[in-house]
């Protein structure tokens, strides 16, 4: 899936050169696609898929077919450059539901992904123009990930618009392209740093005060997230060749719909994958972004640690005297 970033806002808020500024930041011009519905004075950097802002505007819901027009050309575009990332300057105008509409449709849902959706706005437009626009102009600001001021003036104004959104002001490239990043690790780890760092200060200065089960307690932690590491690991690869080497057109066909063939082929999968349920929280989280169905993806999450041989053999080796619960085991699974 092809992560898409949209930059959205009124015509003169500096859409086209915040692109501009953040692709040259991350040097992923050559892997970027850009997407325009908008007919600023300040050219793109990269030559856009020009599209019609007022035949957007025109689209009712009930017409399928003019969508699947403007989706195939967006998905012809795509097929033929194999962009990274897609970037979309959207028309600060035309209601935000007519974007995701095009994205969400059958032609382009298997190719493209929202990943951040940015709004940029001035002072003079919040404070002048914003009140006296119409529902399309709100359906940006509600659906911002996040808003992009010039100064701080009007944040109590855009919270009472969007009050999810980060509203940030002038942020650098390097702050944006954070804004744009999903985090990857999360809380846990960072907790986990404090914890050790803690317990090591306290050992250091009160060795002798500390019981020894605290002691105990902290190795089998220590152990058991040591022991993971590994078998992690082992995900974050499968998971990086599904992503990146297996074709998307061999994982719809055995995966990709809702019927018997890919609930069996999910089922079965964990024969030749000999992973444990640490290793296949990765492989999940990548067959959904290879667009799998969530109810496919977790049957196969859920039957792999089980059916698989690693599984099957080390539960016949730790009882040997029954084998039946091998297979009751997989049964059961």
Same mark, same amino acid.
């Given at each position: 899936?092809?992560? &898409?970033?949209? &930059? ?10 915040? =692109? ?6 991350? *040097? *992923? ?19 856009? +898929? ?22 195939? *050309?967006?998905?012809?575009? &795509? ?64 659906? /911002? ?10 944040? /109590? +104004? ?20 954070? +804004? ?37 307690? #902290? ?25 990146? #080497? ?27 994958? !000999? =992973?444990?349920?640490? /290793?296949? =929280?990765?492989?999940? *989280? /990548? ?17 792999? !640690?089980? =059916? ?10 730790? #009882?040997?005297?029954? !084998?039946?619960?091998? &297979? ?6």
């Amino acid at each position: 899936m092809i992560p &898409v970033y949209i &930059v959205t806002g009124f015509i003169g808020s500096g859409k086209s050169t915040f =692109i501009n500024k953040q692709l040259q930041y991350r *040097k *992923k011009l050559g892997g970027t696609a850009i997407i325009s519905a908008e007919e600023g004075s300040e050219p793109l950097i990269k030559e856009p +898929l020009q599209l019609n802002a007022d035949e957007l505007s025109a689209i009712v819901p009930s017409d399928i077919k003019s969508y699947e027009l403007i989706a195939c *050309k967006i998905a012809d575009y &795509v097929k033929r450059l194999q962009p990274k990332e897609l970037w979309i300057e959207w028309n600060g105008m035309v209601s935000f539901h007519q974007l995701e509409a095009l994205l969400y449709s059958d032609i382009l849902s298997q190719l493209v992904q929202i990943e951040k959706v940015l709004y940029i706005c001035t002072d003079q437009f919040v404070s002048t123009i914003l009140p006296g626009l119409g529902n399309d102009v709100m359906s940006q600001l509600y659906s /911002a990930d996040c808003i992009i001021t010039e100064s701080d003036t009007h944040h /109590a +104004l855009l919270r009472t618009y969007n009050g999810e959104a980060k509203i940030v002001t002038t942020p650098t490239p390097e702050k944006v392209e954070q +804004l744009c990043r999903n985090s990857t690790w999360g809380l846990i780890p960072n907790l986990l740093v404090i914890g050790v760092t803690t317990y090591i200060l306290l050992v250091t200065a009160f060795r002798h005060d500390i019981p020894y089960s605290i002691h105990q307690c #902290f190795a089998i932690i220590t152990g058991l997230i040591i022991e993971a590491i590994p078998f992690l690991l082992l995900g974050t690869v499968g998971s990086t060749i599904i992503r990146y #080497f297996v074709p998307q057109r061999v994982l719809l066909k055995l995966l990709g719909d809702h019927s018997w063939k890919s609930y069996g082929a999910a089922m079965v999968s964990g024969f030749t994958l !000999p =992973i444990c349920d640490c /290793a296949i =929280i990765p492989l999940f *989280k /990548a067959l959904i972004d290879r667009g799998i169905p969530l109810s496919v993806a977790l049957l196969f999450m859920l039957a792999s !640690p089980i =059916i698989n041989p690693i599984t099957i053999l080390s539960t016949w080796y730790a #009882f040997p005297d029954n !084998p039946m619960l091998s &297979v009751w085991r997989i049964v059961l699974g």
